[in-house]
């Protein structure tokens, strides 16, 4: 809304800072912590009276999760309020890419509610049907990538290869739902401990900042040998106001965590970051920065594939950070050795810009 209305004074005065997009950046990552960080504790309250005793804690999993009992969900809720509403302010809104993102956060987003609704009102942790969740998400990912699509090459870039691509053609189409929907679930598998999916789901937003910013400028994109994709440099707003409405959330999720993300959180941040990487044109790199969560959703299929053939269990328990608790890891150590990890991904990720 503020960028229009500087684009119809024609950025004169202080309204010329509009027409840059590292201003706008800054301003929604600023907007989204204050919104995050006003609204967070009515928020929590207001979950904490709906649901009464909270997420069902799985009996099966660590013991040390059985403290975690009475603590409200659903606080993903806050960070799309926060996202949202620094977006309509900043953000330009004729853009195709943020619609794009906005139909996947927001759709994702409700697909987890009614995830979330479902466990709370049951008391259960099964949720959704796996085949209705998954079919809903696709439908989500596929308008998303069609609209992606109308605006970009239905090629696939390969890293660390100045100019080389592969061309899909109309298969780009199912490849980027594909790439929308593991990203989504894949944060939501690794959603299990206080903090664990908050932080480097920020890290992967601040590195794909960057790569937004530089891919939609030709200069930048021609220096780099990278995809120059006119117009993905507003993503990188995009991406600030998930660095921002995060660290509002991850301010009541630390340990211990006054409210979980949920499935309301993960899946729609997850596939956010899905969205954001096709539209750049880097969906590799995406595999790289959230070399995580790639981790947490592989040890999963790989747990239950063994034990379909075997009857036998490769680790002690899935998702892999359950497997290090049960080793004997304290919480906090799996969480901050994970964002180290993070970090050290999101650096090789954005390496990948230059070793061409």
Same mark, same amino acid.
């Given at each position: 809304?503020?960028?229009?209305?500087?684009?119809?004074?024609?950025? !004169?005065?202080?309204?010329?800072?509009?027409? #840059?997009?590292?201003?706008?950046?800054?301003?929604?990552?600023?907007?989204?912590?204050?919104?995050?960080?006003?609204?967070?504790?009515?928020?929590?309250?207001?979950?904490?009276?709906?649901?009464?005793?909270?997420?069902?804690?799985?009996?099966? *999993?660590?013991?040390?999760?059985?403290?975690?009992?009475?603590?409200? =969900?659903?606080?993903?809720?806050?960070?799309?309020?926060?996202?949202?509403?620094?977006?309509?302010?900043?953000?330009?809104?004729?853009?195709? @890419?943020?619609?794009?993102?906005? %139909?996947?956060?927001? *759709?994702?987003?409700?697909?987890?509610?009614?995830?979330? #609704?479902?466990?709370?009102?049951?008391?259960?942790?099964?949720?959704?049907?796996?085949?209705?969740?998954?079919?809903?998400?696709?439908?989500?990912?596929?308008?998303? %990538?069609?609209?992606?699509?109308?605006?970009?090459?239905?090629?696939?870039?390969?890293?660390?290869?100045?100019?080389?691509?592969?061309?899909?053609?109309?298969?780009?189409?199912? @490849?980027?739902?594909?790439?929308?929907?593991?990203?989504?679930? %894949?944060?939501?598998? =690794?959603?299990?401990?206080?903090?664990? %999916?908050?932080?480097?789901?920020?890290?992967? &937003?601040?590195?794909?900042?960057?790569?937004? #910013?530089?891919?939609?400028?030709?200069?930048?994109? $021609? #220096?780099?040998?990278?995809?120059?994709?006119?117009?993905? *440099? !507003?993503?990188?707003?995009?991406?600030?106001?998930?660095?921002?409405?995060?660290?509002?959330?991850?301010?009541? $999720?630390?340990?211990?965590?006054?409210?979980?993300?949920?499935?309301?959180?993960?899946?729609?941040?997850?596939?956010?970051?899905?969205?954001?990487?096709?539209?750049?044109?880097?969906?590799?790199?995406?595999?790289?920065?959230? *070399?995580?969560?790639?981790?947490?959703?592989?040890?999963?299929?790989?747990?239950? @594939?063994?034990?379909?053939?075997?009857?036998?269990?490769? @680790?002690?328990?899935?998702?892999?950070?359950?497997?290090? !608790?049960?080793?004997?890891?304290?919480?906090?150590?799996?969480?901050?050795?994970?964002?180290?990890?993070?970090?050290?991904? &999101?650096?090789?990720?954005?390496? =990948?810009?230059?070793?061409?």
């Amino acid at each position: 809304m503020l960028y229009l209305i500087a684009e119809w004074f024609q950025y !004169e005065g202080l309204s010329n800072l509009f027409r #840059y997009q590292t201003f706008r950046s800054g301003a929604a990552f600023m907007t989204a912590l204050v919104i995050g960080l006003i609204i967070g504790p009515k928020f929590i309250n207001m979950l904490r009276v709906r649901q009464g005793k909270g997420q069902p804690i799985r009996e099966d *999993g660590p013991q040390s999760h059985l403290a975690k009992r009475g603590t409200p =969900t659903m606080g993903g809720l806050m960070i799309l309020t926060a996202l949202i509403g620094s977006m309509v302010l900043f953000m330009d809104v004729t853009n195709p @890419f943020v619609w794009a993102c906005i %139909a996947v956060t927001v *759709g994702f987003g409700l697909i987890g509610f009614m995830d979330d #609704y479902d466990k709370v009102t049951k008391r259960h942790h099964a949720g959704l049907s796996s085949k209705v969740r998954l079919l809903l998400e696709f439908v989500v990912a596929g308008i998303a %990538a069609y609209i992606i699509v109308s605006q970009i090459s239905t090629n696939l870039y390969v890293p660390f290869l100045s100019g080389r691509y592969i061309p899909l053609g109309w298969l780009y189409y199912v @490849f980027a739902a594909v790439v929308i929907v593991g990203a989504g679930n %894949a944060v939501n598998l =690794t959603d299990g401990l206080d903090g664990l %999916a908050t932080m480097p789901v920020i890290i992967a &937003a601040g590195t794909f900042a960057i790569i937004c #910013y530089l891919a939609g400028r030709v200069d930048y994109a $021609n #220096y780099l040998g990278i995809p120059h994709v006119p117009r993905a *440099g !507003e993503l990188a707003i995009f991406c600030a106001g998930i660095m921002g409405a995060g660290l509002a959330f991850l301010w009541f $999720n630390a340990p211990p965590a006054a409210v979980f993300m949920g499935d309301t959180g993960s899946l729609a941040l997850g596939g956010a970051l899905g969205c954001i990487a096709v539209a750049a044109h880097h969906e590799i790199v995406l595999a790289i920065v959230g *070399g995580l969560f790639v981790l947490e959703a592989a040890s999963v299929i790989i747990q239950v @594939f063994w034990f379909k053939r075997t009857g036998r269990r490769v @680790f002690r328990m899935a998702p892999i950070h359950h497997h290090f !608790e049960q080793k004997g890891w304290r919480e906090s150590t799996v969480v901050i050795r994970f964002w180290i990890i993070s970090i050290v991904l &999101a650096v090789l990720g954005l390496a =990948t810009l230059k070793l061409r």
